[in-house]
């Protein structure tokens, strides 16, 4: 019996409040889990807005049990013609399957993503492109098995970029090598070291929005059935309702 952690850590561009990007994990409905992450074009509440309306497309259409194939195709061709053409976004689902057994990565993207598991690092760059922009556009997509052991890491474009405008190279394969070294741990973990690398590349005020998406598959510790999600996100009130009097 295995454990799936799937851990998610992102930070907006200096400056900015909130984030252009936006990641939303769902239990599908034959069972598993997929997580989608998207960049609209841009930054800020445009950006925001474009990647949320997106990201709750392909949500839908995963719940009602398409496969992500198709919804990645459906979301393209929805920004396309809702754009013109003129309007760019990179997507990424990351689908664990219980009923298969294996785990899929379809993805719409210039970044890689890596695989790692006891044989080492594995990097997937086939070529990728966003969608929106060109009719034919089709999603990458790769599968592999189930086995313990094995960690997924997507992320988008920011993350790779960090630290080129200083002339530093995040050298995430460096990173990932080390943090092998030292022994993986949660999926958690492994997602808050590689972004604090990006931050540091970056002198901690990154020039583009940046996020980390993990899933680990673990061998199970105890023989609990209880499943657990934690989300911590900071901000801060935009307003402050004084308590009425009353007299």
Same mark, same amino acid.
């Given at each position: 019996?295995?454990?799936?952690?799937?851990?998610?850590?992102?930070?907006?561009?200096?400056?900015?409040?909130?984030?252009?990007?936006?990641?939303?994990?769902?239990?599908?409905?034959?069972?598993?889990?997929?997580?989608?992450?998207?960049?609209?074009?841009?930054?800020?509440?445009?950006?925001?807005?474009?990647?949320?309306?997106?990201?709750?497309?392909?949500?839908?259409?995963?719940? %009602?049990? @398409?496969?992500?194939? *198709?919804? =990645?195709?459906?979301?393209?061709?929805? +920004?396309?013609?809702? &754009?013109?053409?003129?309007?760019?976004?990179?997507?990424?689902?990351?689908?664990?399957?219980?009923?298969?057994?294996?785990?899929?990565?379809?993805?719409?993207?210039?970044?890689?993503?890596?695989?790692?598991?006891?044989?080492?690092?594995?990097?997937?760059?086939?070529?990728?492109?966003?969608?929106?922009?060109?009719?034919?556009?089709?999603?990458?997509?790769?599968?592999?098995?189930?086995?313990?052991?094995?960690?997924?890491?997507?992320?988008?474009?920011?993350?790779?970029?960090?630290?080129?405008?200083?002339?530093? %190279?995040? @050298?995430?394969?460096? *990173?990932? =090598?080390?943090?092998?070294?030292?022994? +993986?741990?949660?999926? &958690?973990?492994?997602?808050?070291?590689?972004?604090?690398?990006?931050?540091?590349?970056?002198?901690?005020?990154?020039?583009?929005?940046?996020?980390?998406?993990?899933?680990?598959?673990?061998?199970?510790?105890?023989?609990?059935?209880?499943?657990?999600?934690?989300?911590?996100?900071?901000?801060?009130?935009?307003?402050?309702?004084?308590?009425?009097?009353?007299?």
């Amino acid at each position: 019996m295995y454990n799936l952690e799937i851990a998610v850590a992102k930070v907006p561009h200096a400056g900015a409040v909130e984030s252009g990007e936006t990641v939303e994990v769902i239990e599908r409905p034959a069972g598993g889990f997929s997580v989608v992450l998207v960049n609209g074009q841009g930054s800020g509440r445009g950006a925001k807005s474009l990647s949320n309306l997106l990201v709750t497309r392909a949500i839908a259409q995963l719940k %009602d049990g @398409a496969r992500d194939g *198709v919804v =990645a195709r459906a979301v393209h061709d929805y +920004l396309y013609t809702y &754009r013109a053409g003129q309007v760019a976004a990179s997507l990424n689902i990351a689908s664990v399957d219980f009923r298969s057994g294996t785990i899929r990565v379809t993805r719409n993207n210039p970044a890689p993503f890596y695989i790692i598991d006891p044989a080492g690092i594995h990097r997937h760059d086939e070529p990728s492109r966003p969608i929106g922009l060109h009719a034919a556009t089709r999603p990458q997509i790769s599968e592999l098995e189930i086995r313990p052991d094995l960690y997924v890491v997507i992320f988008t474009e920011g993350l790779r970029e960090a630290g080129a405008r200083f002339g530093n %190279d995040v @050298a995430l394969e460096n *990173v990932l =090598a080390g943090c092998c070294d030292l022994g +993986l741990d949660s999926a &958690r973990d492994l997602a808050d070291r590689l972004l604090q690398r990006a931050l540091d590349a970056e002198r901690g005020a990154p020039e583009h929005d940046l996020s980390v998406v993990v899933l680990a598959v673990r061998s199970r510790q105890d023989d609990g059935a209880v499943r657990r999600l934690m989300v911590q996100v900071p901000f801060e009130p935009r307003s402050v309702i004084e308590p009425r009097s009353t007299v």
